[in-house]
Every structure is written in structure tokens, then in C-alpha cells.
């Protein structure tokens, strides 16, 4: 093989791709492996390179495995970096998982091993994003009274807040999207639901980042709370006590389109 014994895999990036990378592993003894994603794949490059197709049989086999040898918090912390779309958490996913199969102890808090140190930050990344997300989303209400949020976090947080937002909302129809991966959750009172749609067609202002225009008939309350809002914002703003570095630092600008007093 090239690359000193390297074998590359190529998978779709999924948590379930992930789980067969670890089947596979195991399965031919494979220990230095090296990911790469199905859209960066330089096929015929390496003559050890293997594509992942994605099994959901070998994937529950790996994770009810993991499940015996991890905590709780442990899985969820491996549960919140797949959902990082990072090539390099991904990367110690796998090494997490072959450093794991290969001990007879507990290993989940041996932060000297370079990816169980890796885990737990990036973990903490994806719980921050989630976290604001649950506290920045904003719905406008539109004449058929669904309440809709377009949003654009860092990480694939979605599955992290509908929960919240099905506690928080429980009689409210609503839509939460994810302008950048291009699908969203639908609550319609009883059920959640994956949907997809274009986001163009309802914020006429997605591409240049300025704030939400939606072409979507709003109600005509939602002009007016619209207002409220801003008003209230601008009541409790004490203009001689700003801090634009404080403020971003808790409020990245990345955020601002998504708030509606950031547009006074």
C-alpha cells in the first residue's frame, strides 16, 4: 500500500458512513486510516483507497457497541461532533472509536489520547452553536399562522434544538430551515417533520446577507410587533455604556440578518 500502510476511506459524511468506516476497519484490520469526503475524493490517486458504501445494519452494530463501552455523556458528546460536518472531527471519530475497541479499560476521559481531548472540544463548539441558536431564533408569523425561522448556523444544529422549540411551542405551528444545508423541521402541532424547499423563495434577501425579506404574506400583527420589538430594544439600550467588542463577542455578526433589532 502507499502511504506507509495508509488506507483511504471515502465516505458521505454521515454519522452512518462514519459507523461503517469503524465496521469496516475492524472487519480487515485497518487502523491507519485516513478520511476523505465523497465531494473531495481524487479517485485513482491512491491505490488504497476504499469507498464506504453506507450500511444501516453495520452502522447499529458499531453504535450499539459504543453504547456498551461508553457513558452516556460520553455518547452524546461523539453524537454533537458528528453533527460538526469537520473533516478533522470526523477523523477523530474514528480514532476514538478504534482507540476505544482496542482497550479493556475505560477510556472516554483519557484527555492525554489526542482524540478523546478532540471530542470533548469539539463538542463543547457544537453545543455553544446549539445554545445560541435556541436563543436567537426569531419566527414571523404569516397569514396562516405558521410561525418561520430561517437560520444558518455554523454546525448541522438542527436536530439538536427541535426539541426545545416542540417544549417552548407546543401550540404553535412552525418552521425552522437551515438556509445552508437545505432542509428544515416542521411541527404541525402533533408531529416534527424533515422538509425541504428553496429558501430563496421566501427571503428575497438570502444571497447578499442583508436583513430577512420575506416574500412570504406575513400577518399584519407581525408589522406591528415587528415595532415592539425594535422599540423595546431601543428602551433598554444604554448608548453610553456600548461595547461593540463585548456585543460581538456574544452576538457574532453572522447572527444580525436572523435579529430583528440588529435592523433599526
Not at 85 to 103: G, K, T
Request: hydrophobic share 40%; proline share 2%; aromatic share 16%.
Amino acid at each position: 500500500m502507499l502511504g506507509g500502510g495508509i488506507v483511504y476511506y471515502y465516505f458521505d459524511g454521515s454519522m452512518v458512513g462514519l459507523l461503517n468506516c469503524v465496521f469496516r476497519a475492524f472487519q480487515f484490520k485497518e487502523f491507519q486510516v485516513k478520511l476523505c469526503l465523497f465531494e473531495n475524493a481524487q479517485h485513482g490517486l491512491f491505490s488504497s483507497m476504499v469507498e464506504i458504501p453506507n450500511n444501516e445494519q453495520h452502522a447499529q452494530r458499531v453504535w450499539v457497541a459504543l453504547q456498551q463501552r461508553l457513558s452516556k455523556s460520553a455518547l452524546r458528546q461523539f453524537y454533537f461532533t458528528s453533527l460538526s460536518e469537520s473533516l478533522e472531527a470526523y477523523q477523530h471519530l474514528l480514532n476514538y472509536c478504534i482507540y476505544v475497541f482496542s482497550q479493556n479499560r475505560l477510556v472516554e476521559k483519557d484527555y492525554s489520547h489526542p482524540s478523546v481531548l478532540a471530542i470533548s472540544q469539539w463538542a463543547k463548539k457544537v453545543g455553544r452553536e446549539k445554545h445560541r441558536m435556541e436563543a436567537f431564533i426569531r419566527f414571523k408569523k404569516t397569514t396562516d399562522e405558521l410561525f418561520l425561522s430561517l437560520i444558518r448556523p455554523d454546525f448541522n444544529v438542527l436536530p439538536l434544538i427541535q426539541p426545545h422549540f416542540k417544549r417552548r411551542y407546543q401550540d404553535q405551528r412552525w418552521l425552522i430551515y437551515d438556509e445552508q444545508r437545505k432542509y428544515g423541521f416542521y411541527y404541525d402541532l402533533h408531529d416534527i417533520h424533515e422538509v425541504s424547499l428553496e429558501a430563496n423563495e421566501i427571503d428575497q434577501n438570502i444571497e447578499n446577507g442583508a436583513s430577512q425579506s420575506f416574500q412570504l404574506q406575513l400577518d399584519e400583527q407581525e408589522f406591528l410587533y415587528d415595532q415592539l420589538w425594535k422599540d423595546y430594544f431601543n428602551s433598554i439600550n444604554i448608548k453610553e455604556r456600548k461595547n461593540i467588542k463585548l456585543h460581538v463577542q456574544y452576538l457574532p455578526k453572522r447572527y444580525w440578518r436572523y435579529l430583528n433589532e440588529k435592523f433599526i
